[in-house]
């Protein structure tokens, strides 16, 4: 093997790690972390706990964003393919998070991504035009070459979720993973309902939002919202003991793209 495809097999098995690690695995590994920074150990500090979580400090092209202006751009739709997937709830320490059966894609033009998993946070971690939403869920893909996509989509208050409801319903309390024998879930329910409406997005190059904030991640945020109650959202943070949301970072000279087809 030469080095150039030693220097490529070494670039995707790293970057999958970092997929495996937005699965959850940091929730147990690593230094201690968490979304309060009295503890010291909040989103200001994330970059001091460890060489491993130096991006959090340091990266030029970190996630979430705040979402004020974008250009229009002719980027490809977006073509969801889940199917129902075994109901998995993993409460990490960090978030509840749904793990996804293979099978289900995520097409972006030409680009074909797997379905790894969801999660939520509150308040939303992304902003438009400064306000948060109540909640924010994120569905995170990987390509063949370990790339990530991560889509999310902008709770608002309103009607209560159904989905949401069974993930909150069987959630375990502590941290722990339970297969509930005999349900399954749909992502797409957690999406905007109309196949158009999933079509039109905002799209950034980002990172992780979590340690250790690995950059090259691709952003898409869906325009169309969907809701959740206001006592789903008590229940969750709960969970999370409280907020579980990153403050935006800086956008730097990246470009914010806006697709309307």
Not at 196 to 202: I, M, R, S, T, V
Request: glycine content about 8%.
């Amino acid at each position: 093997m030469n080095r150039k495809s030693i220097t490529k097999t070494t670039l995707v098995a790293l970057t999958l790690s970092t997929a495996l690690a937005f699965t959850g695995a940091y929730a147990t590994e690593g230094s201690h972390w968490d979304y309060n920074d009295a503890n010291l150990t909040g989103p200001s500090y994330w970059g001091d706990l460890s060489h491993d979580y130096h991006m959090c400090k340091d990266g030029y092209e970190q996630s979430p964003i705040d979402i004020s202006s974008a250009k229009d751009k002719k980027i490809g739709e977006l073509k969801f393919s889940y199917s129902g997937t075994p109901l998995s709830i993993v409460n990490n320490g960090h978030t509840l998070q749904v793990n996804y059966a293979a099978g289900s894609k995520l097409r972006i033009g030409r680009d074909v991504y797997d379905l790894l998993q969801f999660h939520f946070h509150t308040p939303s971690e992304h902003t438009v035009n400064g306000a948060a939403a109540p909640m924010e869920v994120h569905f995170v893909h990987v390509n063949k070459a370990g790339q990530l996509a991560v889509v999310g989509v902008m709770m608002d208050f309103g009607r209560a979720n159904k989905t949401l409801d069974k993930i909150l319903h069987h959630a375990p309390h502590e941290v722990a993973t339970v297969t509930v024998d005999g349900e399954s879930v749909n992502g797409r329910s957690l999406m905007p309902g109309r196949e158009d409406e999933a079509e039109k997005f905002f799209n950034y190059a980002g990172s992780l939002t979590t340690p250790p904030c690995s950059e090259g991640v691709r952003w898409f945020v869906l325009k169309k919202r969907i809701t959740v109650s206001h006592e789903q959202v008590e229940e969750f943070s709960h969970f999370v003991h409280g907020a579980n949301a990153r403050p935006v970072q800086p956008l730097n000279d990246r470009t914010i793209s806006a697709n309307d087809d």
